[in-house]
Each structure stands twice: as structure tokens, then as C-alpha cells.
């Protein structure tokens, strides 16, 4: 999944980002609120982190910018401001969730699960096909009952191939959602990881069909 921060504070933004990595996120930065808003307008992101107090443009103002744009990303509004009337006006303006400043990084990542879960048919925290599972909570992959170690970007992989069952996805799309925004769009990493993540779940493997000159999809059989 792909996110965006829009942080002024720059420590915080980077530590964020850090450890949204290390859960397999794919997460971009923009430190001021115009460059949050041209990324949001080039790029798909999943969810948005947004930091309601921003030097050159007011949290809420962009929060309403975006949804007049057509922004359909979830939102998650950061706030020192713990006032009710706050709150309210910051999900008034758009924003699908908030959290107050400071928080524990354990509640953000719970936030962020609750919010992908709405937008997916499945509404635990388990994902499969065949006998592929994955808990993107405890961020294991399993086939049958048996643990499968993957690489950060072969989890991402997977994880959206299953979000998606059924669908074709491209691997402009792959690309989007695993690497951040400096990628380089003529490679053939997406290639070589879907390649290293068949060999790794087997004949389970067999599941993640490739549609020549389109991309991939997962098949459940």
C-alpha cells in the first residue's frame, strides 16, 4: 500500500516514514503543503497523512482542496489540537480519520489498517487465495498452515496482487504501490520480484498468472 505524509516537521516526517517501511508501506514525503498537493494530484496513494498545522497552506483548506479535486485517497488528519470542535471540522472538511498529537506509533499503524479495510471486501485482517494467507497484521504469509519469509517488496507485491483478486494489474500499477515516486519506470524489477515470489510460495505460485504485455493477476483455483 502507498502513502503519503504531508509533514512540515521534518524528523517527524522522515521517523514516520521509517518505520511505515519497516511494515511493508510504501511511503512518499512532502514537507510543505503546495508539494503535498501536487503529489496527491500525480500520484494514487492509498491513504494520505496530513498534518493540520502546515506553514504555506492550512491542513483543512488542502483537506478540502483535494476532495474538490476528485481526491479519493483516505485521509488521516494529525493534530495537536485535542478541542472537539476541532475534530469536527477537520472531519467535516474531508478527513475519514484523525489522530492527536502525540501518539504511539502502534495506534497510527492500527488506524491506517482500519482505514484500508474499508476500502477492500475483506474486512479482516486476513487475505488469501488457494492456500495462500496473508495477515497484514502480523504481516505473515502462509501456505498451508506453513510460514513463508518474503522479502519487503515481494510482501508489498503480494499483498496488492490479493487486494485485488481477479483484476488485472499492471505493473505501472505494481510499481506505484511498492517503489516510491523516484523509480525508475523503465525497469524490469517488477519482472524479477514476481519472478522470486512464485519460486518462493511453489506450486502455490501457479496462482499469480501474468497477461503478456498487460501485467498480472491472481487467479484462485
Known sequence: ????????????????????????????IAYDGKEGQQLAREYEYDIIILDLMLPDIDGEDLCR????????????????????????????????????????????LARIRSLLRRSSKHKSNILGASD????????????????????????MILEY??????????RNQLLEHAWDRNVDIFTNVVDTHIKNLRKKLGKSGNIIKTIYGSGYRILDE
Open 161 to 170: 496482487l490479493l487486494r485485488n483478486k481477479g483484476q488485472l494489474i499492471s
Open 65 to 108: 482542496k483535494l476532495r474538490d479535486g476528485g481526491n479519493k485517497s483516505f485521509i488521516l488528519m494529525l493534530t495537536a489540537k485535542k478541542q472537539l470542535d476541532n475534530i469536527i471540522t477537520g472531519l467535516d472538511c474531508g478527513a475519514d480519520d484523525y489522530l492527536t498529537k502525540p501518539f504511539e506509533f502502534s495506534e497510527l
Open 1 to 28: 500500500m502507498k502513502l503519503l505524509i504531508i509533514e512540515d516537521e521534518k524528523q517527524v516526517a522522515d521517523n514516520l516514514k521509517e518505520g511505515l517501511e519497516q511494515h511493508n508501506y510504501t511511503v512518499d
Open 132 to 155: 495462500i494467507s496473508l495477515d497484514t497484521e502480523s504481516e505473515e504469509v502462509k501456505i498451508g498452515g506453513r510460514e513463508v519469509q518474503l522479502t519487503r517488496k515481494e510482501y
